[in-house]
């Protein structure tokens, strides 16, 4: 193996998420003009002194040939990001072979003090109120004007985004006045640690903006608060919890364990 090669090696058989880069639309073959992105997962299978070698069932692949494209890949310990063009090699039978040939070296997005895998749980997110301070200003919150990170920096109990309160008996539960102009959107995560998650993204998420989660693991849910850390152009959003208890990091963990086990079960009787 070339030194070349031997920068890419970590990404293989790792999965990715490939995005067109910011502002590059992507062309319909019948010539009618740009199609909507939708997000494409594939998997790394190989890599040599100039591109890595990816495969597919996602027929959108196809319209990406060609097109600089920005590849997430979920390591263990981290998220890289390789930017680079996209050939594809094999149109039919799928799956759909792909290389990427990379301007640069991998990115660390993030490093993680958290297990994470992906999984789609259905969650609910809970937005401030149109208008409100909390939306007009969504990096409203912790700093020097805001100590306690609360969104109401003089105590006046002005516009606060949903978030977990204690009810009577000690649960908790979303602050969510039904007539308070917050709005739910129910969407799903693509992935999930004790520390935050990415989501399909929903109508007026901004990056900076603090929202309530309310999170389905199984037959149990959670009630949560985050921080909104990106919007991306591919349709997907991260979050990071904001004041997660133990319990509720206990049982989020437990989850991603259970679903990690689970996969490594299914490979082993393929």
Request: hydrophobic share 40%; aromatic share 4%.
């Amino acid at each position: 193996m070339t030194e070349a090669s031997r920068r890419f090696d970590g990404l293989v058989n790792v999965s990715a998420t490939l995005a067109p880069v910011s502002g590059e639309l992507v062309g319909n073959p019948d010539g009618s003009g740009p199609v909507p992105w939708q997000p494409i997962r594939a998997n790394t299978v190989g890599v040599t002194d100039h591109a890595l070698r990816l495969e597919t069932t996602e027929p959108f692949a196809l319209l990406l040939d060609g097109v600089t494209v920005t590849a997430d890949f979920r390591e263990p310990d981290r998220i890289s990001r390789l930017t680079g063009r996209l050939e594809v090699l094999i149109r039919d039978p799928p799956p759909y072979v792909l290389a990427l040939r990379p301007v640069g070296e991998p990115e660390d997005l993030q490093r993680r003090n958290w297990v994470r895998t992906g999984t789609v749980n259905p969650v609910v997110l809970i937005l401030p109120p149109a208008g409100s301070v909390a939306d007009a200003h969504p990096d409203h919150g912790a700093g020097s004007g805001d100590p306690d990170g609360s969104g109401d920096p003089d105590g006046s109990g002005g516009d606060r985004p949903a978030g977990p309160v204690a009810s009577p008996d000690g649960r908790p539960q979303l602050a969510l006045v039904p007539d308070d102009g917050a709005e739910a959107y129910a969407t799903e995560t693509v992935d999930l640690s004790a520390g935050g998650m990415r989501v399909v993204s929903v109508p007026r998420l901004t990056a900076g903006m603090r929202v309530g989660v309310l999170l389905t693991l199984g037959d149990a849910e959670e009630v949560l608060e985050a921080t909104v850390l990106e919007v991306r152009h591919d349709g997907l959003a991260r979050l990071s919890f904001l004041h997660v208890s133990e319990g509720a990091s206990t049982r989020i963990t437990k989850h991603v364990y259970d679903v990690m086990m689970a996969a490594r079960r299914a490979a082993r009787r393929r």
